[in-house]
């Protein structure tokens, strides 16, 4: 069974970048028919679709987002890696890592981490 898992900082300043990375085990990013996504949900409010890449490595992009996100992989370590940039307070949310079958949509797919939770406050 495909098992996630978020790492990464739990406290960044604004205007920082911060990265996360999510380590899968029981299964390879490689596998086809896959989105190895990023989804989050600030505090009191809905879920929002952040990212994804690819098991063939192409990356997608909420577009309210897409220029200060890069997501990214490492196949040699079964990894993939979502960086944000230019971070405000608006960006503190609980991050979670997801494997989908579908690409998009503000929802929690079954396969996904516990979340990790980011802050952004100086």
């Known amino acids: 069974q495909v098992q996630l898992q978020e790492s990464g900082p739990g406290l960044v300043k604004p205007s920082q970048t911060f990265s996360l990375t999510c380590t899968v085990s029981?299964?390879?990013?490689?596998?086809?028919?896959?989105?190895w996504s990023w989804i989050r949900q600030p505090p009191g409010k809905g879920l929002e679709w952040v990212g994804a890449?690819?098991?063939?490595?192409?990356?997608y992009y909420n577009p309210s987002l897409k220029s200060r996100t890069s997501i990214s992989r490492d196949t040699s370590k079964n990894q993939f890696t979502l960086q944000l940039s230019s971070v405000t307070p608006e960006d503190t949310a609980v991050y979670y890592c997801?494997?989908?079958?579908?690409?998009?949509?503000?929802?929690?797919?079954?396969?996904r981490g516990q979340g990790t939770q980011v802050t952004v406050s100086s």
């Open positions: 029981g299964g390879s990013i490689r596998t086809s028919a896959y989105y």
């Open positions: 997801t494997r989908d079958s579908q690409l998009g949509g503000n929802r929690l797919p079954p396969f």
């Open positions: 890449i690819t098991s063939g490595g192409s990356s």
